[in-house]
């Protein structure tokens, strides 16, 4: 088996800001409600020219530069979405055009809502580890605007837009070291598209309760199963694997569930209140939750800012419609 590192993350996020005190102004909310309730203060929004293609080509480009290599040296390109419109063909080959990737390649766009990015992720790796491709590109991209409700208090103070990319390569150190995916299909209209008015235009709804209290355990499990995929670590040396992770990259849906997240985890393992919570990257100010985005947007930006370095033990975790859940490890 092969070493499969990160070589470079890009992410991009459109101009246009959308906050808390705009949403006053389209549905019953407040500014107070949103940020006690998710931790959101504002969000991007695409405008009508922006897609999740467009979005992730211009986070691959950025990937790619970072990563130094040539763009023809891309063997493979998965797009973790949930947006494409329409459906087919793929988000990932018009990406693969607008970036004149080599010729021949195989692309594709994976869907498994807002875990999108490590359930790619995951099968990028595996590309890589088995031998059969040295560098494969990532992206994770989604336009949450073209099927929110902005009449739905419930759903349209959560989303946002954006895309984030990794460039992954064969190498010799410890890069992702192991991914874990689960999914719970019995749930999967806890999180559905509605049709509504006489368009019938279809919009995201969902039971907020439901996805809350699965979401919380599924991010705990899946933090804990990549660092002990056996299950039979005692709380001293799930302790110890705790306390050796400099980062931990949550999808960024509601501050609320990733504290949780954090605190079911510190009493489950022993570990002091907000030892897990202090290690939790979060830009969900800023950003709400773009879905597949959230992951890597927040990866690259922790890297920008210094808060991440090379060489650091990293979970990046997440859950989302399907309903479906999942973790990669990665020493970066
Ligand atoms: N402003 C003001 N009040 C609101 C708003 C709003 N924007 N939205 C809901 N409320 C009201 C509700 O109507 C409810 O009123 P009621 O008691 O009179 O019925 C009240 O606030 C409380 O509602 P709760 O559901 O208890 O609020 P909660 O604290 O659970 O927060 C939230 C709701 C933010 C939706 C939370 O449940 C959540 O984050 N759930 C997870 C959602 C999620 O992450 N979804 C995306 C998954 S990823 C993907 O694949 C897209």
């Given at each position: 088996m092969h070493h499969v590192g990160i070589i470079g993350t890009g992410s991009y996020v459109p101009?246009?800001?959308?906050?808390?005190?705009?949403?006053?102004?389209?549905?019953?909310?407040?500014d107070k409600w949103i940020?006690?309730?998710?931790?959101?203060?504002?969000?991007?929004?695409?405008?009508?020219?922006?897609?999740?293609?467009?979005?992730?080509?211009?986070?691959?480009?950025?990937a790619i530069k970072k990563a130094r290599i040539d763009r023809t040296d891309i063997e493979m390109l998965i797009v973790g979405t949930n947006t494409?419109?329409?459906?087919?063909?793929?988000?990932?080959?018009?990406?693969?055009?607008?970036?004149?990737?080599?010729?021949?390649?195989?692309?594709?766009?994976?869907?498994?809502?807002?875990?999108?990015?490590?359930?790619s992720?995951?099968?990028?790796?595996?590309?890589?580890?088995?031998?059969?491709?040295?560098?494969?590109?990532?992206?994770g991209s989604d336009k949450l605007s073209a099927i929110t409700d902005y009449e739905d208090r419930?759903?349209?103070?959560?989303?946002?837009?954006?895309?984030?990319?990794?460039?992954?390569?064969?190498?010799?150190k410890e890069g992702i070291i192991r991914s874990h995916l689960g999914g719970a299909y019995q749930s999967r209209l806890a999180l559905d598209l509605r049709k509504k008015g006489e368009n019938g235009h279809r919009f995201m709804w969902m039971d907020g309760r439901k996805v809350y209290a699965f979401a919380k355990g599924a991010m705990a499990e899946s933090c804990l199963r990549v660092l002990d995929p056996g299950g039979m670590a005692s709380k001293e040396d799930l302790c110890?694997?705790?306390?050796?992770?400099?980062?931990i990259v949550p999808h960024q849906a509601n501050v609320r569930i990733i504290h949780s997240a954090a605190e079911h985890l510190e009493s489950k393992v022993g570990l002091p209140d907000g030892a897990i919570k202090k290690k939790m990257i979060i830009t969900i100010e800023k950003y709400g939750n773009n879905s597949t985005a959230s992951i890597p947007l927040a990866l690259d930006e922790a890297f920008q800012e210094g808060r991440l370095r090379k060489g650091n033990l990293v979970i990046l975790v997440g859950f989302g419609a399907g309903l479906t859940y999942g973790a990669n490890l990665v020493r970066l």
């Open positions: 101009e246009k800001v959308l906050t808390n005190h705009d949403l006053e102004k389209m549905v019953e909310t407040s940020l006690e309730r998710t931790g959101i203060r504002e969000r991007r929004i695409a405008d009508e020219n922006e897609t999740n293609v467009t979005m992730g080509r211009h986070a691959l480009e950025r494409t419109d329409p459906t087919w063909p793929s988000a990932a080959g018009h990406i693969a055009q607008l970036l004149n990737l080599r010729k021949n390649i195989p692309f594709f766009d994976l869907q498994a809502g807002c875990t999108g990015f490590n359930y992720l995951a099968m990028g790796e595996q590309f890589v580890k088995s031998g059969q491709y040295k560098t494969v590109a990532v992206v419930n759903t349209c103070v959560l989303f946002g837009d954006g895309a984030g990319a990794v460039v992954l390569q064969r190498g010799d110890a694997l705790f306390n050796r992770v400099d980062g």
